[in-house]
Each structure stands twice: as structure tokens, then as C-alpha cells.
């Protein structure tokens, strides 16, 4: 089973729309969770984090379900600048700063 | 003003030959990392340094290899080249490793093409 799992898609949604990206996770030691973003040719940036009780940023919504090892990301209201691959990502609990990616998930909105 | 700053960003060689990156973080952060994104986008930790001194070292070939000679400092030195070596490699930092909710900064990648 791979560390962290995500469905690669791509994603194809009209603007306007909501999605959700989910992601599972193998080890249960893990202690930190985060969304990252990565446009096409560039470097990965951090998004959000994602918390134990979930956590909003505007049109971005994460959530943790510790006990299923189950991360989402709901994106509402979609823009066309939101196209670009979503990497989940979790830190292995104790280890210093080792972050494992999932291989992502691939988002194209339309107009 | 660029934080974590790669060069060069492409890299074309021969298999067989020695090349090196090099990466520089002005943010200053204590943890610098390389890691190795290949053609499928799968993005793996490689090494990471902090305060010069090295904290992960992942299964890599030992022909790949980090120095660090100041913390804003973190080169990749890779010899005799394979195919397989062929990736976009992304230098990182970040303030303290240790902090659970560390974000990490990313440079803007070298693409490595061996032939």
C-alpha cells in the first residue's frame, strides 16, 4: 500500500462548480497534514493545513478523519485559476520535517 | 526578491558525466531539502540539512552528494549520471524542522535531461 493515495484524476469541472479530493494515508503515526499546489512546470506551494477539526480558507475546505486516515479538500465555487495539481501531504510523526506526497490529483476548470 | 533560488534550471548532459546544482534560501530558514520529482510527478525527499548537518538521507545512490557550507546554503553534487536520473529536482526550506506545522518553500525546480 502506498504512503499517501490520491485519485490522479484529471479532474475536468465548469467554473462554478465544487470539488472534493480525497486522500488516504498508511501510516497512522502521522502527525501533520497539509494541501499543497503545484501549477503546471512549477514548484509545489503550500495551500492550507488541514486540522484535526477541519479548517476553512475562503472557498477551501479541509478536513482530517484520523480514524479512517481519510484527508479531503473541498474546493467551491471554482475559478479557472484554480487548475493545477493538488498534492496531499503528511509529515510522519517524529521524523524531522520529512513530508511524504502523494502523487496528486490533477484539476482543469473550464469556462 | 527570490527566496529559495535554483541553478541552473535546465540541465541537459551526457550519461556518464558529473554535474551539480546548487540552491540558495534567503529567508533564513535552519532546514534546507532536495527532492526528486520524476516523470510520473512523484515528489521524494532526497536529503534534508539542517544547520548544515544532515537530518534525513533517504535511500539514495551514493553517487548523489549534498553539501551544505552555510545554513542558506545547500548544493547537489551528482556523479556519473544515469538515465534514470532524469527528473526536476526541487531544493526546499524551511525555519525548524521539528515544528509540526512547518511549511516548507520550494525553489523553482532544475530540470535534469540525461542522454
Known amino acids: 500500500r502506498k504512503e499517501v493515495e490520491q485519485d490522479p484524476g484529471p479532474f475536468n469541472v465548469p467554473e462554478g462548480a465544487t470539488v472534493a479530493f480525497n486522500c488516504t494515508y498508511s501510516?497512522?503515526?502521522?502527525?501533520?497534514f497539509f494541501w499543497y499546489r503545484q501549477d503546471c512546470r512549477k514548484e509545489p506551494k503550500l495551500l492550507m493545513s488541514?486540522?484535526?477539526s477541519g479548517n476553512e480558507d475562503g472557498r477551501f475546505t479541509a478536513q482530517l478523519n484520523r480514524a479512517s486516515q481519510y484527508i479531503s479538500l473541498l474546493i467551491r465555487d471554482s475559478k479557472l485559476s484554480d487548475s493545477a495539481t493538488y498534492l496531499c501531504?503528511?509529515?510522519?510523526?517524529?521524523?524531522?520535517?520529512?513530508?511524504?506526497f502523494g502523487k496528486g490529483t490533477k484539476l482543469s476548470v473550464k469556462p | 526578491d527570490t527566496a529559495v533560488s535554483q541553478t541552473p534550471k535546465y540541465l541537459v548532459t551526457q550519461m556518464g558525466n558529473d554535474k551539480s546544482i546548487k540552491c540558495e534560501q534567503n529567508?533564513?530558514?535552519?532546514?534546507m531539502y532536495w527532492y526528486k520529482q520524476d516523470s510520473k510527478k512523484f515528489l521524494k525527499i532526497m536529503f534534508s540539512y539542517n544547520n548544515k548537518e544532515l537530518i534525513i538521507n533517504e535511500t539514495v545512490p551514493n553517487r548523489f552528494s549534498p553539501k551544505s557550507p552555510d545554513k542558506a546554503h545547500l548544493n547537489l553534487h551528482i556523479n556519473s549520471l544515469e538515465l534514470g536520473d532524469s527528473a526536476v529536482y526541487f531544493c526546499?526550506?524551511?525555519?525548524?524542522?521539528?515544528?509540526?506545522?512547518?511549511?516548507?518553500?520550494f525553489g523553482p525546480g532544475t530540470r535534469l535531461t540525461v542522454l
Open positions: 501531504v503528511v509529515a510522519v510523526g517524529g521524523s524531522q520535517g520529512n513530508l511524504i
Open positions: 529567508l533564513g530558514h535552519d532546514t
Open positions: 501510516n497512522s503515526a502521522s502527525q501533520s
Open positions: 526546499a526550506s524551511s525555519p525548524n524542522p521539528w515544528d509540526r506545522l512547518n511549511e516548507q518553500f
Open positions: 488541514v486540522y484535526s
